[in-house]
């Protein structure tokens, strides 16, 4: 009887030692899986700080073009080249603020002067790129009520045809 009791304890014991291991192995899953997320989100939270960065970099890297541009205009305004690259920034600097906004008047003149003056191909192809982006946001912006666009949107959209040829 004493050996049937002693073998009882022996597996009793043997039974809480496993159960103690697998909570033991349990608590160390949970707390590598922890870890893990807390890695994770500070990996995200580092690239989102890094993109924020980088875009303000980008913004205010324009924002400082467009007054070098301008100034670079001043001095020699027949370089097709300074134009563009106006109209480039300008585009840029947009789409930062305010996505959806339509393109400014003095992007557009900058384009087309540096097409008249260059007649460069990739400044042509960025030209109708501007106007069709210009007429897409007019017509975004008003396409409940097209009536008094609908002449504007049809010259945009000619316009970027024919550069695009």
Do not use: C
Not at 51 to 75: H, N
Not at 93 to 112: G, H, N, Y
């Amino acid at each position: 009887m004493l050996v049937f009791i002693i073998i009882i304890i022996i597996i009793i014991i043997i039974i809480i030692i496993i159960i103690i291991i697998i909570i033991i192995s349990i608590i160390i899953i949970i707390i590598i899986i922890i870890i893990i997320i807390i890695i994770i989100i500070i990996i995200v939270i580092v690239i989102v700080v890094v993109v924020i960065i980088i875009f303000l970099f980008i913004y205010f890297f324009f924002k400082a073009a467009v007054e070098y541009i301008k100034k670079a205009l001043e001095l020699d305004p027949q370089q097709g080249e300074w134009h563009f690259l106006l109209g480039k920034s300008l585009g840029r600097i947009r789409r930062v603020e305010s996505f959806t906004e339509i393109p400014a008047q003095e992007e557009i003149e900058a384009l087309e002067k540096a097409v008249e003056l260059t007649k460069n191909p990739y400044f042509i192809i960025f030209l109708a790129q501007a106007y069709r982006d210009l007429s897409y946001r007019v017509y975004s912006a008003h396409k409940h009520d097209l009536g008094l666009f609908r002449e504007k949107l049809d010259k945009m959209n000619i316009r970027s045809f024919e550069l695009y040829k």
